[in-house]
């Protein structure tokens, strides 16, 4: 008699498997202007379409089509938000609506409003600027944050990561870091660099919880390769607004407040438009091992416009 018995899978199997399909969502999140088919999409995770479909349901929770739906909206509520001077209709074409009806339509069943009136009268409790960072009550401008913003054309970068999927809490972000300076210190063979780089998705404002994703990374040489559960990406680098703050490990959550004085007070007065790429930050443990010195780098379309000396 044939045994029927389901056989476990492999934890280094199901960890490439969820490594396929967030390479999907980022797929989706980066160009979400793009009318994508389940064969592409299918094709970028490495499946078989009727394949694709299973474990991107098991693993996510959603269909893909609801997941584009969803990555759409939240890019839109994005742009409304962080683009002012875009109109509804370039919006809705650049988040992948054929029209600006369609795009009221989804949206208005989404949210309860139309994005007008998104844009206009804001949610109950919407902070403009909150990216990446769950906040808690706490000074708007927090002691040790730099209010000199450079502008600095980087180079890019190679990283390794782990993905974190849910609430940013730094129980999970730290067990995230020792995971991956494991792998680093198994397969180069040396330990992992100073500066952690953690790369964040989602806007904690704008995406509900469960969805959120943040990268935590490290740099690697060219030609590093992923295995298990960590992928390896390039980040774009380019013109980037980068802020700095020193906070000790206490006042962590502070980082929060940090992005809000960003978005709140730097960005709407600094003549530049943000790139479509997720912003970021970088950590050095300080030499008495107390907090961190970190930088904010927010990636940036147009370059910052300074008046010419007349």
């Known amino acids: 008699m044939q045994d029927v018995t ?6 280094a199997t199901l960890a490439d498997h969820h490594r396929r399909v967030e390479r999907v ?20 995770a490495a499946f078989s379409e009727f394949h694709f479909h299973r474990a991107f349901r098991a693993m996510t929770g959603e269909s893909i089509a609801q997941c584009i739906i969803r990555l759409r909206l939240e890019m839109a509520v994005s742009a409304l938000i962080y683009h002012p001077k875009r109109s509804v209709t370039e919006v809705a074409f650049d988040c992948g609506y054929s029209s600006s009806a369609n795009f009221s339509k989804a949206f208005r069943k989404a949210y309860g409003c139309t994005p007008t009136d998104f844009r206009r009268l804001r949610p109950p409790g919407f902070r ?9 009550a706490s000074s708007a401008y927090p002691d040790g944050m730099s209010t000199n913003v450079e502008i600095i054309d980087h180079p890019k970068r190679r990283l390794a990561g782990i993905r974190l999927i849910g ?46 994703r943040l990268d935590a990374c490290y740099e690697v040489p060219a030609g590093t390769a992923g295995s298990g559960p960590v ?79 007349a």
Request: glycine residues 4%.
């Open 128 to 136: 403009i600027g909150r990216i990446g960072k769950a906040s808690v």
């Open 25 to 44: 969502i980022d797929i989706v999140r980066l160009n979400p202007e793009h009318p994508f088919t389940v064969a592409e999409l299918a094709s970028a």
């Open 167 to 212: 609430a940013y809490s730094h129980d999970a972000i730290s067990q995230l870091y020792a995971d991956l300076g494991a792998w680093f210190q198994s397969t180069l063979d040396r330990p992992p660099p100073k500066e952690a780089i953690s790369i964040t998705w989602s806007d904690s404002a704008l995406a509900d919880q469960e969805t959120w």
């Open 6 to 11: 389901p056989r476990p899978v492999k934890s």
């Open 231 to 309: 992928f390896v990406r390039e980040l774009a680098g380019g013109r980037t607004a980068c802020l700095k703050a020193r906070l000790p490990a206490s006042r962590m959550h502070q980082i929060s407040d940090c992005w809000d004085w960003l978005f709140s007070y730097w960005f709407p007065n600094s003549g530049t438009e943000l790139a479509d790429q997720p912003a970021y930050e970088t950590y050095l443990l300080r030499p008495d091992q107390t907090g961190f010195d970190i930088t904010l780098c927010l990636p940036l379309k147009i370059a910052y416009l300074e008046q010419d000396d």
